[in-house]
């Protein structure tokens, strides 16, 4: 039977939430902060949650000298993030953290908040690590159907539903790191460095 | 299809919205109709909830009837129900939608470490437990309708798909009667049990 124009017939690579977080303290100069977080609740390899998060991009150091951490827990979702997305992401992949992040095992991750709210966070726990991740001054949430040429990978149809916010932090056990976000250009809007990613499919090019 | 990366309309709601839709008698209407809910955004806040109708056609509540609601958000699920739900087709003008009781969630546990295999959701309100069970899940399918072929006839959606070859829903233990069937959905033959995750909906503009 011919499948109709709605249907894509591509198959889906991954689908769930991926806010994140780009911060400066000169918004001249490089990032300071980088952080990714996902909540995917199908892959191939199972669902699950994974924190990309670096303190300083540019240190080519992990734990304990530097919070430049990749935590998880679904280590084969993990290392299927991080080969067939992450690494097409350049900013997150083309800085020295990259290689040298600690890799730390999820135990927890407290949601709160509300994304029509005043604010909405994620806290994630585990190998003695509380990551405490706060959105603010939230926007009217838009639903996104992004072709490859306007993704991140460039290689993707992508379908998410986002809620832009003006200002958010990231506490590690109760120290917050440096940085704010700063404005960037998705499909002709103006946006902020920090966001929310609901309900995001990536979906391979239609056959 | 004529689609733009940026909606220019209204976000409703997103989040999770599977279900599972079973017959006694393969040639008659519906035994079970039931629906899901993990809202992730909407405007009356966040929640889970579930609508089990184990006999659509009567007006009449648990325990005399398996027509149920349960929910730890009660405006978000009304204006689910008002809006959506009693606009599918599925459950449009069923006598069970208003006649349903309701109870507050206590507890919500996700089992879905065991996909494709099998996918539950357990929902406890006090001493009432009910499970609906997913089983032998297909591969995912992205979808984008817009008014025209959404259920509310209203609305565009975006959502995943996973068919489910067979699925059960019990109330505390005790399964409810009848089998999965086939469908007609977005132009494929589809069983009437489904995983709908990464769903959003959007008034157009």
């Avoid at chain 1, 949601?111 to 926007?139: A, H, M, N, Q, R």
């Avoid at chain 1, 958010?168 to 917050?176: S, Y």
């Avoid at chain 2, 009304?78 to 109870?103: C, E, H, Q, R």
């Amino acid at each position: 039977m011919p499948i109709k124009p709605n249907v894509r017939t591509g198959n889906v690579d991954w689908t769930g939430e991926n806010p994140g977080m780009l911060l400066k303290t000169d918004p001249a100069g490089d990032w300071s902060v980088l952080m990714l977080f996902f909540r995917i609740v199908w892959s191939p390899v199972g669902p699950g949650n994974i924190l990309l998060l670096y303190e300083n991009p540019n240190k080519n150091v992990g734990m304990p000298e530097c919070c430049n951490v990749i935590m998880a827990d679904n280590e084969a979702l993990r290392d299927y993030i991080k080969t067939g997305f992450i690494e097409k992401l350049g900013t997150f992949s083309d800085v020295p953290a990259y290689s040298a992040s600690s890799q730390l095992k999820i135990d927890k991750v407290v949601t709160e908040g509300d994304p029509c709210g005043d604010f909405y966070s994620e806290t994630v726990i585990g190998d003695g690590l509380s990551i405490k991740l706060v959105w603010e001054e939230l926007g009217k949430p838009t639903a996104l159907e992004l072709p490859p040429e306007l993704t991140g990978t460039g290689e993707h149809v992508m379908y998410s539903l986002l809620v832009d916010s003006k200002s958010c932090f990231v506490e590690v056990n109760g120290r917050r790191l440096e940085g704010h976000p700063v404005s960037r250009e998705q499909a002709g809007l103006e946006l902020s460095t920090a966001f929310l990613y609901y309900s995001e499919t990536w979906i391979f090019p239609d056959r | 299809m004529q689609r733009t990366p940026v909606n220019a309309g209204v976000v409703e709601w997103s989040g999770e919205n599977p279900g599972i839709y079973l017959k006694e008698d393969p040639d008659g209407d519906y035994s079970v109709v039931a629906l899901f809910f993990r809202i992730v955004l909407s405007p009356h806040g966040r929640g889970v909830g579930a609508i089990i109708l184990g006999d659509p056609d009567k007006a009449a509540g648990y325990p005399d009837i398996p027509n149920l609601c349960l929910t730890n958000n009660r405006p978000m699920m009304n204006y689910l129900i008002d809006n959506f739900a009693s606009k599918f087709p599925t459950m449009a003008g069923k006598p069970a939608v208003n006649a349903m009781s309701w109870f507050d969630v206590t507890s919500n546990i996700q089992k879905n470490g065991d996909m494709p295999n099998s996918y539950t959701e357990e929902l406890s309100a006090g001493d009432l437990t009910v499970q609906m069970t997913w089983l032998d899940l297909q591969a995912p399918m992205a979808i984008e309708v817009g008014p025209d072929a959404s259920a509310t006839k209203e609305h565009d959606m975006y959502a995943v798909f996973l068919e489910a070859n067979n699925a059960q829903i019990s109330i505390n233990g005790n399964p409810l009667q009848g089998q999965v069937v086939s469908r007609q959905f977005f132009g494929r033959t589809m069983s009437t049990a489904f995983l709908a995750l990464s769903e959003t909906w959007v008034s157009p503009r």
